[in-house]
């Protein structure tokens, strides 16, 4: 009895629950597949070209800045920069898709949760790239 009377004073002047999140859209669904699957493919490609990279950083360390081999190793660092593309446009889309005034609810959480994904990725492609760069300046 004492729950009954809980639960009709909570109807009658407490706080009404909490609205139920909005599922995303089907196509926001297939969209934000499609977001992971190209920042995927991008992390999978730097990570591919990364040891290249590495390997002619570490010949090029204590190198003059126009020796053969730091110019071979910045040539490498800007072409796994460019590998990055894939993420950076990924990033650019949830950006975007954050922007929209019609994205509420579990869209939101959808949203954020994909771009907290490509972040982390982006962020563990970031702390390589300022190794790299940092140990050629070494």
């Known amino acids: 009895r004492a729950v009954t009377r809980s639960h009709a004073s909570a109807e009658a002047g407490g706080t009404p629950p909490p609205p139920l999140p909005v599922p995303p859209s089907a196509d926001l669904t297939r969209q934000l597949a499609q977001i992971r ?9 730097f990570l591919a070209a990364a040891p290249r990279t590495r390997s002619l950083v570490n010949a090029a360390r204590g ?7 730091w ?32 994205l ?12 907290d994904r490509v ?3 982006m962020d563990e492609e ?3 790239m300022r190794q790299l760069a940092g140990s050629l300046l070494q």
């Open 104 to 115: 509420t609810g579990g869209a939101t959480d959808a949203v954020t949760e994909t771009r």
């Open 37 to 45: 699957a190209d920042a995927h493919r991008g992390h999978q490609a």
């Open 119 to 121: 972040s982390a990725l």
């Open 63 to 69: 190198s003059a800045s126009a020796s053969d081999a």
């Open 71 to 102: 110019i071979s190793a910045q040539v490498s660092l800007s072409e796994l920069e460019i590998t990055r593309r894939q993420m950076m446009t990924a990033m650019a889309d949830l950006d975007k898709l954050m922007l929209q005034p019609e």
């Open 126 to 128: 970031n702390a390589l």
